[in-house]
Nanobody, 122 residues
Framework: QVQLVESGGGLVQPGGSLRLSCAAS????????MAWYRQAPGKQRELVAG???????NYVESVKVRFTISRDNAKNTVYLQMNVLKPEGPAVYYC????????????????WGQGTQVTVSS
């Protein structure tokens, strides 16, 4: 079994910063892509930022420059540093990872965390 556990969400004022963390644990052989998604009430889940196993990143246009995704492969952890947060209402941020669970199994499985809420409000 594999688990992704997020932390770091909360309430922050506009212009402030938050750092989200997501640690993967369990039966893990290797982790390919890791990413952060978010979902606001009544809206579809959207990709915020992704990072490949060798550190190549991509961002949704609206967060470029303000957000930074990074990962620590030794800790199976991905981070999202969010700066200059805008008052966009509450959203749940989900961690995602594509994981290979054993050396004898070539298939990569998709895993999601339980989500952590981020609210930007004064």
């Amino acid at each position: 079994q594999v688990q992704l556990v997020e932390s770091g969400g909360g309430l922050v004022q506009p212009g402030g910063s938050l750092r989200l963390s997501c640690a993967a644990s369990g039966s893990i052989f290797s982790i390919n892509t890791m990413a952060w998604y978010r979902q606001a009430p009544g809206k579809q889940r959207e990709l915020v930022a992704g990072i490949s196993s060798d550190g190549i990143t991509n961002y949704v246009e609206s967060v470029k420059v303000r957000f930074t995704i990074s990962r620590d492969n030794a800790k199976n952890t991905v981070y999202l540093q969010m700066n200059v947060l805008k008052p966009e209402g509450p959203a749940v941020y989900y961690c995602y990872a594509k994981i290979r669970v054993a050396p004898c199994r070539l298939v990569e499985y998709h895993y999601w965390g339980q989500g952590t809420q981020v609210t930007v409000s004064s």
